[in-house]
C-alpha cells in the first residue's frame, strides 16, 4: 500500500510569493491533514478535510487555505509569504478504522 | 488554548540508559499518541492510548496515560543508537485528523 506522497519535497521562494503545495493521501483515506513543523513552535495543526469539506481548523491567518479534490487529493496554498513561513509542511492521512495518522515525508519550504 | 507542555526537550544519554519523557496538560484528551520522527521524515506512530491508567509495552518501551487523562509517560529502558529521534506525544480532543502536539524530545543514545 503506498504511504502519503508529498510534492515538491524542496522549495525555495521569495517574501511576496506564493505557494501551493501537493498531498496524495493513502488509497481509501478520506480525511487529510495539515500541519506545520518548525524548530520554535513544534507541529502545529493547519486544517483537515474530510470528503471535500474543512472538518477542523487550526489558528492560522487567512493567507493558509487548503482544499481537497474528489479523488482524496489535497492542496494547500500559503499567499504572500513571509520569512516566518519557512517551515516543514506535513500531511497526514487518517485511517478510518484505527484513528492512527499517516504522515508524508513533508514538503520543505525556504522563503527568503 | 490547549497545550502538551513535553520534556525534557533535549536528552543525551549513553547506551545502555532509561530515560523517561513526560507529556502534561491541563486538559482532558480522548486518547493521546506517541510518534517517532526521524530527520527527513514524518513522525511514525508508535502507541495510542485510550483508557486513564493504561499502560502498554513496545519492546523496551513503555507508556503511560494518566488517570485523569491530562498527562503520560514514555520509558525506555536499556536504550539503543537506533533509538535516537524525536520523540513526540499528541493529544486528541475530538476524533478527526486534529492534534495537539507537544514540543518534542530529541533523543540522543551514544554508543
Known amino acids: 500500500k503506498a504511504g502519503v506522497t508529498q510534492t515538491p519535497r524542496y522549495l525555495i521562494k521569495t517574501r511576496g510569493q506564493q505557494v501551493t503545495l501537493s498531498c496524495s493521501p493513502i488509497?481509501?483515506?478520506?480525511?487529510v491533514s495539515w500541519y506545520q513543523q518548525t524548530p520554535g513552535q513544534g507541529l502545529q495543526f493547519l486544517f483537515e478535510?474530510?470528503?471535500?469539506?474543512?472538518?477542523n481548523k487550526g489558528n492560522f491567518p487567512g493567507r493558509f487555505s487548503g482544499r481537497q479534490f474528489s479523488n482524496s487529493r489535497s492542496e494547500m496554498n500559503v499567499s504572500t509569504l513571509e520569512l516566518g513561513d519557512s517551515a516543514l509542511y506535513l500531511c497526514?492521512?487518517?485511517?478510518?478504522?484505527?484513528?492512527?495518522?499517516?504522515f508524508g515525508e513533508g514538503s520543505r519550504l525556504t522563503v527568503l | 488554548t490547549q497545550l502538551l507542555e513535553q520534556s525534557p526537550q533535549f536528552l543525551s544519554i549513553q547506551e545502555g540508559e532509561n530515560l523517561t519523557v513526560y507529556c502534561n496538560s491541563s486538559?482532558?484528551?480522548?486518547?493521546l499518541q506517541w510518534y517517532r520522527q526521524e530527520p527527513g521524515e514524518g513522525p511514525v506512530l508508535l502507541v495510542t492510548?485510550?483508557?486513564?491508567?493504561e499502560v502498554k509495552k513496545l519492546k523496551r518501551l513503555t507508556f503511560q496515560f494518566g488517570d485523569a487523562r491530562k498527562d503520560s509517560s514514555l520509558h525506555i529502558t536499556a536504550a539503543q543508537p537506533g533509538d535516537t529521534g524525536l520523540y513526540l506525544c499528541?493529544?486528541?480532543?475530538?476524533?478527526?485528523?486534529?492534534?495537539?502536539f507537544g514540543q518534542g524530545t530529541e533523543l540522543s543514545v551514544k554508543p
Open positions: 478535510y474530510f470528503s471535500e469539506t474543512q472538518r
Open positions: 499528541a493529544g486528541e480532543y475530538n476524533q478527526g485528523g486534529k492534534l495537539i
Open positions: 486538559s482532558v484528551f480522548s486518547s
Open positions: 488509497s481509501g483515506h478520506r480525511s
Open positions: 492510548v485510550v483508557t486513564g491508567g
Open positions: 497526514a492521512s487518517l485511517g478510518s478504522n484505527t484513528g492512527e495518522l499517516f
